[in-house]
């Protein structure tokens, strides 16, 4: 049993540290250190067993696996004349037989290796006589690569290699490593921009809805506010705080500037159906058709015409005025027509002078020529064309609307002229009505403005409108008289004429 220093418990001999307290545990005896050599002593290979502890170690040990004492022999400087020898090999016998393939210390008496099973029984041979060398490597030192061979001097054996020696290791050279050519990288393709689609229209109406719910909400806000400093300002009376009076005055500001911006909203203008348009171009160039082919009646007939032809023409004229207004009230032009071909005048024809009479020819049996007469004078002259004067361009002021087609005259003989929609139901007959040019669905108030003459100079005053009189795009304020110039622009809600003098 082994006692330990630190604590005084009984360990078994084979115990390396204390069960108790973790202590090492020291020998029963130690090993006598050996003498230091002398100057002059061979040198001498390192001991099998450890010097401190007395335990067994492996050649090539840098360490005692038991105790962790350094077993490196320091080697003495060897004097000049003196070759160094190698280690006396320790006794195989005595010591244990080392495993010539993993070189484990084996136990005096193995006949294989503990650690990987070889057979011992090249080991446990003697190993043959090794010549005096001048130089030697001591055992457990790292081998060096061998040198380049050489051709040994004749008539000195070569010496065979002990049976127990260690496969050199092989060197094997670092290989420089492959430096590859940067690799120019790859073109970056950038790919096609993608057409960003336009973003859809703001629908005019809901933004006009929008912002008309707004200005209300903001007018019944500013309201609410009012009435609550009014009740505030009449419960102080003299003593009302300036907080509340200036308040007050911001609210009313408030709400008339809503109001004003509600009044002056205009709403967007009806969207326009491809397909009605399609149909008023249609009607215009039917009508036109139709008109062309009355005036040629017209023409041709001269003071004879028929009542009917007359007739036709002017609700002919009627309905293409009609369309093109519907067509001007939906904000688009009318498609360009062809102006008709006026027909070439008639040359006046001169009746051939009355022959005398033949007698009539003797006709042959088999002859079926019919003989042809020329019509009487009264009905070449009944069916001759009257040429008509070219019309004159009329001369005054009036009103000239965008398609360059339509005018109203301002009559002359009166000072005071009203423009809107007749209402026969109301009783309101203006002297110009614009409800045959769009000013039904153009926003046009049946008394909307009054047209007013001065010696010689006009001017327009607007009658309280709901779409309002604008002049140059100027809004005219109900009551107060705009002159008008020539070539002024003059809109009455939103059908828009030109005043020329």
């Known amino acids: 049993m082994i006692t330990c220093s630190t604590c005084g418990a009984l360990n078994d001999p084979v115990n390396r540290f204390c069960d108790q307290c973790g202590s090492r545990l020291e020998p029963g005896g130690v090993a006598p250190q050996a003498p230091p050599p002398a100057l002059n002593a061979q040198p001498t290979a390192a001991a099998p067993v450890c010097p401190s502890c007395g335990a067994m170690v492996l050649p090539g040990q840098a360490f005692c696996e ?3 004492t350094a077993l490196a022999v320091a080697v003495q400087p060897a004097s000049g004349d003196v ?8 006794d195989i016998a005595a010591v244990g037989p080392v495993c010539p393939a993993c070189g484990h210390q084996n136990l005096p008496g193995d006949r294989f290796c503990d650690s990987c099973g070889a057979s011992l029984a090249a080991a446990a041979m003697p190993a043959p006589p090794i010549s005096d060398v001048p130089t030697a490597a001591a055992p457990g030192e790292p081998a060096m690569p061998p040198p380049e061979p050489f051709a040994a001097p004749p008539g000195e054996p070569a010496m065979p ?4 020696e260690q496969p050199l290791p092989t060197m094997i050279e670092a290989v420089a490593p492959v430096i590859e050519p940067p690799v120019a990288p790859p073109p970056v393709v950038e790919p096609p921009v993608a057409p960003v689609a336009a ?7 809901a933004e006009y809805e929008a912002r008309r719910q707004t200005l209300t909400g903001e007018i019944a806000r500013q309201q609410q506010i009012i009435a609550q400093f009014e009740q505030m300002q009449a419960m102080f009376g003299a003593a009302t705080p300036h907080a509340v009076a200036q308040g007050l005055a911001e609210a009313r500001d408030a709400l008339a500037k809503a109001e004003a911006e509600l009044a002056a909203l205009q709403p967007p203008p009806p969207p326009v159906d491809p397909a009605v348009v399609a149909r008023l171009n249609d009607e215009i160039a039917r009508q036109q ?6 005036e040629q009646m017209q023409a041709m007939f001269g003071a004879a015409t028929p009542h009917a032809v007359a007739q036709g023409l002017a609700e002919a004229r009627d309905a293409l005025a009609k369309a093109e207004a519907e067509l001007a009230a939906l904000g688009v032009a009318a498609a360009p027509v062809a102006p008709p071909v006026a027909p070439a005048p008639a040359a006046p024809v001169v009746a051939p002078p009355v022959a005398p009479p033949v007698p009539p020819a003797s006709v042959e049996p088999d002859d079926t020529a019919a003989t042809v007469t020329s019509p009487p004078p009264d009905l070449l002259a009944a069916s001759a064309p009257t040429i008509l004067a070219p019309p004159v361009a009329p001369t005054g002021p009036r009103l000239v609307f965008d398609d360059g087609k339509h005018e109203i005259v301002l009559p002359m003989d009166k000072t005071e002229i009203t423009v809107g929609r007749e209402d026969p139901i109301s009783g309101i007959h203006p002297e110009i009505d614009l409800t045959p040019f769009g000013g039904e669905s153009g926003g046009v108030s049946r008394q909307h403005a009054r047209l007013i003459q001065s010696g010689g100079h006009w001017a327009v005053v607007d009658l309280g409108s709901t779409n309002y009189t604008r002049v140059d795009g100027v809004r005219v304020e109900p009551g107060a008289p705009q002159p008008l110039k020539d070539g002024a622009r003059v809109q009455f809600g939103r059908l828009a004429v030109t005043f020329k003098l």
């Open 66 to 68: 038991e105790c962790g």
């Open 83 to 90: 070759p160094t020898m190698f280690a006396a090999a320790p």
């Open 161 to 164: 290699p002990p049976a127990f």
């Open 199 to 205: 973003p859809p229209a703001v629908d005019a109406q």
């Open 289 to 294: 058709q139709i008109i062309a082919q009355f």
